[in-house]
Each structure stands twice: as structure tokens, then as C-alpha cells.
């Protein structure tokens, strides 16, 4: 197969101080586990990609615990930031992640004709207590349109964790990417073939936004309850949690996801061919 490229993408995985849960649930253990079931299904994989919310409360202390789940491979790992994130506690930690010269957590990738562009959606700093929605600054805005110039009409993976658009949950929706008319404007004036990776709404979601498709994955911790039209951004359950594979092939991308805790569980079928 020509040009065949796999990447494992996590969302939402919201490590916390070690010892502390969320609604009951380990978030370290729950990414981990995620993290060995994809490794294990998917050696052939060529990056990881961690779509934001990787910490809780954007402390040092759980980026640290991250650095250590992350010893668990080899494979490069591309960084988002996300509404629960930190900058500058994250580069501690992490000094070696990609950042542009205006200081945000963003980059460019060539996965084999297709260019993986990430975009920092944090708002901030300042972090005004209770603040979750999305912000694009000029900086940040001039810098997709620069990466985006360069990958020409090439396909396009641009990943962040914010979504541009409405999903039908009210409260999340509400603290969605805000302020977005030149990011829009960017995209549609691109002769790139985008397809948008993002997470933020602990759902599998996917569809399309002004004539550009999306794919939100869900997260590996908690999710969001089935409340399509429902106030409030913190409701949460125990679903089972999820990772993304991304193929992409030639001029294809192709997002499958994988509920992990149902898939050690599954038997696998006979071969009904034979029947």
C-alpha cells in the first residue's frame, strides 16, 4: 500500500495529582491502559498525537506523571493544549516540545504527502478562573495561514482541541472555539483538502463545518452524557473511553476509533466465510 502512514491520537486524558480521580476513575490508569492496547494492536504506528486536556488542573506535577506514562514507548508524541492546560508548567516538564517563536504549542509535520498542522487553542494567559472556550490570537492565526500556504493542495490533518463549530451539546458549544471568523476565513481561502481532528466533547462526533470535514474523538478518561440541548459544561460518565487511529492513505485520511476497555473484552468471531 502506497504512502500508508498510522497515527495514534489520545484525547482528554486529564491527568491529575496522583491519587486523585474524576467521578471515581484513574485518569493515568485509564491512559495507560489505552495507551498498551494501542501500542500492542497498532506496532506499525508512526507518532502519537495527544489532542489536548492532558492535564487537569495544568500542574507540573501531573505533567510529570504524563512524562512517566510516556516512557512506555519509543514513538514521537506531537503535544496540544487544551482548556485545563498550562503553558509554561507543561515546558517545564516537557522542554523539548515543539513551540513556535510567539511561544504557543503548535506545529508542522510531513506524514508521507499528508501535513499534520496542530494549533494551540488555549485562551491565555491570563487563565481567568472557570474559563474553557477556545481563542485564536493574531500570532497564531498568522501562523496557520503560513503552514497552510506551504502544504499547497496537499491533504491536511489540523488537529486542535477546541472545535470550530457546533456539536449540539449546549454547554459545550458554549465554550467552543470563540472568535473564529479570520480562522474560517483562512481555511476556506486555503486550497488545501483539511479534514479536522479535535476533541474537547469526550464524544466520538464527526460531520461537516462550512464544506470542511471533522472527527471528534472521545476522551480516555470520562465522557460526556448523550445530552444533546442541555446546559452545562462538567457533566460526565462512565462510558467506556476511546483513543483514535488515523490512516492515512495517499490522498485519504481515515479516522477510525477504538473503545479499548470493550475491545479486551471482545472474543473474536469465527470466520463466517466457512459457514
Known amino acids: 500500500m502506497a504512502n500508508y502512514t498510522k497515527i495514534l491520537v489520545f484525547s482528554d486524558i486529564h491527568y491529575q495529582d496522583p491519587g486523585e480521580t474524576i467521578i471515581g476513575l484513574d485518569p493515568r490508569e485509564r491512559f495507560e491502559t489505552a495507551l498498551a492496547h494501542a501500542l500492542a494492536h497498532h506496532p506499525d504506528a508512526t507518532r502519537i498525537v495527544l489532542l489536548g486536556d492532558l492535564t487537569h488542573h495544568g500542574r507540573p506535577v501531573q505533567y510529570q506523571s504524563l512524562r512517566e506514562s510516556l516512557q512506555a514507548t519509543d514513538l514521537p508524541v506531537t503535544f496540544l493544549m ?28 510531513d506524514l508521507g504527502g499528508t501535513h499534520l498542522i496542530t494549533l494551540d487553542t488555549l485562551d491565555g494567559p491570563p487563565y481567568p478562573e472557570g474559563l474553557h472556550s477556545g481563542r485564536l490570537c493574531h500570532a497564531r492565526l498568522d501562523w496557520l495561514e503560513t503552514a497552510l500556504a506551504a502544504a499547497g493542495d496537499a491533504p491536511v490533518l489540523l488537529a486542535m482541541h477546541h472545535p470550530a463549530f457546533l456539536t449540539g451539546f449546549t454547554g459545550m458549544d458554549e465554550i467552543r472555539l470563540l472568535d473564529d471568523e479570520r480562522f474560517w476565513d483562512i481555511l476556506q481561502a486555503s486550497p488545501s483538502r483539511i479534514h479536522m481532528l479535535c476533541g474537547h466533547v469526550h464524544r466520538t462526533i464527526s460531520g461537516h463545518a462550512r464544506g470542511v470535514p471533522f472527527s471528534i474523538l472521545k476522551s480516555t478518561c470520562h465522557q460526556m452524557p448523550m445530552m444533546l440541548g442541555v446546559e452545562g459544561s462538567s457533566h460526565s460518565t462512565d462510558e467506556p ?22 475491545a479486551a473484552l471482545a472474543t473474536p468471531t469465527s470466520d463466517l466465510s466457512s459457514e
Do not use: K, W
Open 82 to 109: 487544551g482548556n485545563h492546560d498550562r503553558r509554561d508548567a507543561f515546558l517545564q516538564v516537557f522542554p523539548e516540545a515543539d513551540v513556535t517563536p510567539s511561544g504557543h504549542v503548535q506545529s508542522t509535520h
Open 241 to 262: 473511553g476511546a483513543y483514535g487511529i488515523v490512516a492515512l492513505m495517499d490522498d485519504q485520511i481515515i479516522v477510525h476509533t477504538e473503545d479499548f476497555a470493550l
